[in-house]
């Protein structure tokens, strides 16, 4: 019977490899071994934290600002042009965006509301329409004054008619970029 070729190779490759490491030493196994790995916040959770964290900062029941909201309501952000109210009332601008709050309370509109401007900036779009209605009037008293205390907001006025009249609001939106998104 013929020796196994591929078995003696295998223990002269075995006894060489050890030949090579008899002086190395043992390494210390320091590897760090951390408990479960906490979970991130990924899609809808993390827009949602967003947006609760937004409403929170930026709207606040107990400041009541300066405007009228039992008449036409009308606001321009100091240092804004003036002219931007009138441009609001007249239609200059169309609303790229319309947010209905039928039926929402003041705390999920607060969220409604920090999501609205948050796409309009990142879909820079400049016009908005946000539908509160009339009903009870709640919301027709605090989105106004939620609204001006975003300091993203650079105007309000009530919509003209075709966007809802006395139940709606159009807001002009303060963009980050040049002038070439705005009309």
Not at 89 to 115: I, Q, S, T, V, Y
Not at 126 to 147: D, F, N, S, T, W
Request: hydrophobic share 35%; glycine share 6%.
């Amino acid at each position: 019977m013929l020796p196994n070729v591929n078995s003696m190779t295998d223990e002269d490759d075995f006894n060489l490899f050890r030949q090579s490491i008899s002086g190395a030493k043992e390494l210390k196994q320091d590897t760090v071994r951390f408990k479960k790995p906490v979970k991130t916040l990924v899609g809808d959770a993390l827009c949602e934290q967003t947006k609760q964290h937004q409403a929170e900062f930026y709207f606040s029941d107990e400041y009541v600002p300066d405007i009228d909201t039992h008449g036409t309501v009308n606001y321009v952000r100091t240092g804004a042009d003036k002219y931007l109210a009138k441009q609001l009332r007249r239609g200059d601008f169309a609303p790229e965006l319309m947010l209905d709050l039928h039926g929402l309370n003041k705390d999920r509109a607060k969220d409604e509301l920090a999501a609205l401007i948050h796409a309009c900036k990142k879909q820079h779009y400049y016009c908005a329409c946000i539908v509160h209605g009339i009903g009870e009037r709640v919301l027709k008293h605090k989105v106004p004054q939620y609204l001006v205390q975003h300091p993203d907001i650079l105007a309000i006025h009530q919509a003209p008619l075709e966007y809802g009249g006395k139940g709606a609001v159009l807001i002009l939106v303060d963009l980050p970029q040049s002038d070439e998104f705005r009309r």
